[in-house]
């Protein structure tokens, strides 16, 4: 049964990079068969697709959020991050990574618990 | 890139029939997947392939998508199934989500 679990800091200041990981277990990044994705929602809003990368290291990003972000897989094969620059008070979010299934038209299967997120300074 | 229009609120009886839909241009050309997120949890998966149950999915939960609406219908809805839904474009290149409709149960 696969896990995912986020982690990284629960405040940041505005101007500077919000750096996540989402740690797998009970699977690997480096598996063909998925994709993985992260996720936000912003206090009282709905869900915002932030982009994927697929073990290749293909990346698949939001445009609305293109400039700023980026999405790597860690070497040790059980994490992935993510990055988004120049943060403001609009970052500010419960963050989810979760994972697709790499066919078209599979939804995202597996969540993580979700990590607050507060940009303030 | 385009924008998924859903209702903001939908209200229904315990055991009658709840539909939802989700709007955009040509969309019955594209994958649409359905999430539940009940209050405080993350969300979770409840159809794919614009039709499809994953597993542990009750049978009340169904899927459509033609033209340019995709609808989430809730058969013979429960007290449980109060939860904010949300449709995605599930293709591979993109993973939009539409705009989140408030499912209450009255």
């Known amino acids: 049964q696969v896990q995912l679990q986020e982690s990284g800091p629960g405040l940041v200041k505005p101007s500077q990079t919000l750096s996540l990981t989402c740690t797998v277990s009970?699977?690997?990044?480096?598996?063909?068969?998925?994709?993985w994705s992260w996720v936000r929602q912003p206090p009282g809003k709905g869900l915002e697709w932030i982009g994927h990368?697929?073990?290749?290291?293909?990346?698949?990003?939001n445009p609305s959020l293109q400039s700023r972000v980026t999405i790597f897989l860690d070497t040790s094969n059980i994490q992935f991050s993510l990055n988004v620059t120049s943060v403001t008070a609009a970052d500010t979010a419960v963050y989810y990574c979760a994972r697709r299934f790499y066919d078209f038209g599979h939804g995202l299967d597996v969540w993580g618990q979700g990590t607050t997120v507060t940009v303030s300074s | 890139s385009y924008g998924l229009i859903q209702p903001p609120s939908l209200s229904v009886s315990p055991g009658q029939t709840a539909s939802i839909t989700c709007s955009a241009d040509n969309l019955g050309e594209n994958y649409v997947c359905w999430y539940q997120q009940k209050t405080g949890q993350s969300p979770v998966l409840v159809i794919y392939q614009d039709a499809k149950r994953p597993s542990g999915i009750p049978e009340r939960f169904s899927g459509s998508n033609s033209g340019s609406t995709a609808t989430l219908t809730i058969s013979g809805t429960q007290a449980m199934d109060e939860a904010d839904y949300y449709c995605q474009a599930c293709d591979s290149g993109t993973g939009v989500f539409g705009t989140g409709t408030k499912v209450t149960v009255l």
């Open positions: 990368i697929y073990y290749s290291g293909r990346t698949y990003y």
């Open positions: 009970g699977g690997s990044v480096s598996s063909p068969d998925y994709y």
